[in-house]
Antibody, heavy 118, light 110 residues
């Protein structure tokens, strides 16, 4: 059974760095073809893809957010970490991690709401 | 603005059929598989269709997907009130090297 769970602060101040951790089970990120993606959704708005890390440590980032994002993995702990620098109130959103198998995002975490406010 | 274009809303009566379109370009839909996701109110998205037209285990055959050129379509037959949700298309963009989603379509079952 594949499960993913996001964890991190619910509230961050403007200009701070956000660190989110995705802890997963039911698959290994060392298996060929496996990937973990981060997606966010501002309240009442659409999904926005943020980043992906692959089994072979290839990394991909949203063009518009590339300078602020870093994704990394700890295969032994079944964790993927996303950091986003210089947080702004417009970054208030529910952040999801999800398993990807190359072309398809197939399993999603429940999401974690991050509010950016002073 | 989203890279993929979906109608903001669609509606139909219970038991009827509805289609939701997703338009892109040669760098995304035209050369990559399309997935569809259902997001019920207050919940995480759930995979409905993958690789253009395949259904994961547990997804009823009332849901179908197709792709032609740079557009994809989600079809839902035998509409139920429980189908009221937001629906998103998604794929990979080979030029941008990033994932892309549509802006979402809100389905109302009247």
């Amino acid at each position: 059974q594949v499960t993913l769970r996001e964890s991190g602060p619910a509230l961050v101040k403007p200009t701070q760095t956000l660190t989110l951790t995705c802890t997963f089970s039911g698959f290994s990120l060392s298996t060929s073809g496996m990937c973990v993606s981060w997606i966010r959704q501002p309240p009442g708005k659409a999904l926005e893809w943020l980043a992906r890390i692959d089994w072979d440590d290839d990394k991909y980032y949203s063009t518009s957010l590339k300078t602020r994002l870093t994704i990394s993995k700890d295969t032994s702990k079944n964790q993927v970490v996303l950091t986003m620098t210089n947080m702004d109130p417009v970054d208030t959103a529910t952040y999801y991690c999800a398993r990807s198998r190359m072309a398809t995002i197939d399993y999603w975490g429940q999401g974690t709401l991050v509010t950016v406010s002073s | 603005q989203s890279v993929l274009t979906q109608p903001p809303s669609v509606s139909a009566a219970p038991g009827q059929k509805v289609t939701i379109s997703c338009s892109g370009s040669s760098s995304n839909i035209g050369n990559n598989y399309v997935s569809w996701y259902q997001q019920l109110p207050g919940t995480a998205p759930k995979l409905l269709i993958y690789e253009n037209n395949k259904r994961p285990s547990g997804i009823p055959d009332r849901f179908s997907g197709s792709k032609s050129g740079t557009s994809a379509t989600l079809g839902i037959t035998g509409l139920q009130t429980g189908d009221e949700a937001d629906y998103y298309c998604g794929t990979w963009d080979s030029s941008l090297s990033e994932g892309v989603f549509g802006g979402g379509t809100k389905l109302t079952v009247l």
